[in-house]
Nanobody
């Protein structure tokens, strides 16, 4: 079991940057795949980015490729999401999530992640 706490959200103008952090507690972080999801008001939770525990390999949803970067520091039990060139449509609550098992794009579904943080609000003004 992994407990997750996100931080780093806030209000930023379009074109700006934010860096999110997710600190994990629990012994299985270093062997857990980590992901960021987001949920805007009235919309379903959607996948943003993920990083495997091993290589590490990464996946990104198309709308953030080239703008967002996911990384992890196993020594600090932390996963990061660097967000650049932010757009108003990036506004959402961002959640950190963890799972083990296979790491494929097909498994980047919220219902396959069993561990979640409380979320951090990101608001991008136009």
């Amino acid at each position: 079991q992994v407990q997750l706490v996100e931080s780093g959200g806030g209000l930023v103008q379009a074109g700006g940057s934010l860096s999110l952090s997710c600190v994990a507690s629990g012994r299985t972080f270093s062997t857990s795949h980590m992901a960021w999801f987001r949920q805007a008001p009235g919309k379903e939770r959607e996948f943003v980015a993920a990083i495997s525990w091993a290589d590490p390999s990464t996946y990104y949803t198309d709308s953030v490729k080239g703008r967002f970067t996911i990384s992890r520091d196993n020594a600090k039990n932390t996963v990061y999401l660097q967000m650049n060139s932010l757009k108003p449509e990036d506004t959402a609550v961002y959640y950190c999530a963890a799972r083990r098992g296979t790491f494929t794009i097909e498994t980047m579904r919220s219902n396959l992640f069993g561990n979640w943080g409380q979320g951090t609000q990101v608001t991008v003004s136009s």
